[in-house]
């Protein structure tokens, strides 16, 4: 992918809230903010009990970290330094009282 489309790869952990502490790294996932939604491959999910609910990619795809994961960990992409970054505050409601 070119750099001007702001595409960029990092080092993440999957890990499954039913199994605290079993962690499997996932090096090389590409962060791709035009995705909406981050593929994890079937053999990680396996490994760390997660059950697959589709079936949709085949082995050797990349694993793209999409917008909703993003999201999700309050993340945001700063595309000049190619890296995730805290996204700050998230505010639970606005006051629209006034």
Partial sequence: MSDDMGTFRTTMEIENPARR????ILEQVLV???AEL???P???LSEVGIEREKRLREPGDM??????SLEGLN???DRILKQLVDAGPAPAAADLSD
């Fill in 21 to 24: 502490g079993e962690r499997r």
């Fill in 32 to 34: 791709a903010t035009g």
């Fill in 38 to 40: 981050s593929w994890i």
């Fill in 42 to 44: 079937a053999a990680v």
């Fill in 63 to 68: 694993a793209p970290l999409g917008a909703r």
């Fill in 75 to 77: 993340l945001r992409v």
